[in-house]
């Protein structure tokens, strides 16, 4: 089974910077498909960025600021967000998955969910 523990959220003003992180564990791999979404309050999930293989996505809001990676020997996926927003606020989610990339915005293609770590962002 696999297990996803996400940290890294926290407060920052706008214009700010944050690194979140992604620790996975699992004795069958953690799948080809990694991805990080997030859940503003009272709104649905939404895709932000996604790694399959060298290949990465991002949604069009992401673009340019954030940046997504991963360690494959530490089983670790990061998400570095730079010049955030108000609108960055939101619980972000770590996801896995055995699937390919091309629907990786769809929550319902991931499997395995991380509990969350909540970032705040202050105009």
């Known amino acids: 089974q696999v ?4 940290s890294g959220g926290g407060s ?3 214009g700010g910077s944050l690194r979140l992180s992604c620790a996975a564990s699992g004795k069958t791999g953690i799948g080809n498909l ?4 997030r859940q ?3 709104k649905e999930r939404e895709g932000v960025a996604a790694i399959y293989g060298s290949t990465s996505y991002y949604s069009d809001s992401a673009k340019g600021r954030f940046t997504i990676s991963q360690d494959s020997a530490k089983n670790i996926v ?3 967000m730079n010049s ?3 609108e960055d ?3 972000y989610y770590c996801a896995a998955a055995w699937t390919g990339g091309g629907a990786w915005y769809l929550p319902r293609q991931f499997g395995v969910w991380g509990q ?4 705040t962002v202050s105009s």
């Open 34 to 37: 990694l991805a990080w979404f």
């Open 84 to 86: 955030l927003k108000p």
């Open 78 to 80: 990061y998400l570095q």
């Open 89 to 91: 606020t939101a619980m």
């Open 12 to 14: 920052v003003q706008a």
């Open 3 to 6: 297990h996803l523990v996400e």
């Open 40 to 42: 503003p309050p009272r």
């Open 116 to 119: 969350g770590t909540q970032v």
